[in-house]
């Protein structure tokens, strides 16, 4: 289940290298990636899964509201994050040429089928 | 100098309520806010900036290339952020129903200026 709808979000993405989803914990419930990926989506999310807890906490103290989505660019790739609900998010990796608002896209359509079969 | 090119990143974004021109210390060199903001936009960077300089570290050690841009979205508001220098960035608050993309796009185009004006 997990793992069709990630698979879906990085095979429609043009440029899409994988996707998790993951516990603030940096644990992660399911991962995909391109066989070719040549980046480990999982350690780079288990990286930010603290930050994003930071980013998350700050929003809340700041009364900014609830943290929805955060989205990293370097100089080689885009790591787009949506938020599913307190303990978990996904996560999805793409070349930096890749579709950025096809990817942003995607995890919002993609988000309420997550959801629910995380309920 | 500084000041005249936030004041066109905000009043030409949609939506744009603040945008501040700051050190990963916290410490803002310029900033422009709307009269109305209803948003300290100073406070918000000073809290993120610590958080940028971690999204920034991470992204180093997994080899990811140099941070360019992260983008935060609440149920309230967008908060985009543009990386300057090693030791500056400069970030654009907007209402949550403002224009994400014009402000990114306005983002870019004004910094190579306020490069020029930071050197």
Chains 1, 2 share one sequence.
Do not use: C, W
């Not at 040549?38 to 509201?65: C, P, Q, R, S, T």
């Amino acid at each position: 289940m997990f793992n069709s709808i990630l698979h879906r979000i990085v095979d429609e993405t043009p440029g899409g290298i994988g996707a998790v989803l993951m516990g603030y914990d940096g644990i992660s419930i399911e991962q995909y990636f391109r066989p070719d990926a040549g980046l480990d989506l999982n350690l780079v999310a288990v990286e930010y899964a603290n930050i994003l807890k930071e980013i998350k906490k700050a929003a809340e103290i700041l009364h900014l509201g609830g943290m929805e989505e955060v989205s990293i660019r370097t100089e080689r790739f885009y790591l787009l994050v949506r938020i599913m609900t307190d303990d978990y998010f996904v996560a999805l990796t793409l070349q930096g040429d890749g579709n950025f608002g096809k990817g942003r896209y995607l995890l919002l359509r993609e988000a309420g089928n997550l959801k629910e079969a995380l309920a």
